[in-house]
Nanobody, 113 residues
Framework: QVQLVESGGGLVQAGGSLRLSCAAS????????MGWYRQAPGKQRELVAR?????SVKGRFTISRDNAKNTVYLQMNSLKPEDTAVYYC?????????????WGQGTQVTVSS
């Protein structure tokens, strides 16, 4: 069994920053890639960013990954009210038998105007 534990969400004013973290634990061979998705009220879940290793800038957001810690981060800057959503971590986990698609429980990000 694999668990993804997210942290770092909260309430922030527009223009502020937040850093989300997601740590994977359990029994597996490796994690192919990890990513962040978000779902706003009344909307479908959408991809924010995915990464295999290192870091990548996606506009106001930067996704990075620490492979040694099986952790993915999302640095969010210049936040806007429209960034308000539940943010979910996702990981493609390789075990001895197959590849599994795991999701975290979600962390709420609320940006006030």
């Amino acid at each position: 069994q694999v668990q993804l534990v997210e942290s770092g969400g909260g309430l922030v004013q527009a223009g502020g920053s937040l850093r989300l973290s997601c740590a994977a634990s359990g029994r597996f061979l490796k994690i192919n890639n990890m990513g962040w998705y978000r779902q706003a009220p009344g909307k479908q879940r959408e991809l924010v960013a995915r990464i295999v290793s290192g870091s990548s800038v996606k506009g106001r957001f930067t996704i990075s990954r620490d492979n040694a810690k099986n952790t993915v981060y999302l640095q969010m800057n210049s936040l806007k009210p429209e960034d308000t959503a539940v943010y979910y971590c996702n990981a493609l986990v390789v075990t001895t038998t197959q590849v599994y698609d795991y999701w975290g429980q979600g962390t709420q990000v609320t940006v006030s105007s």
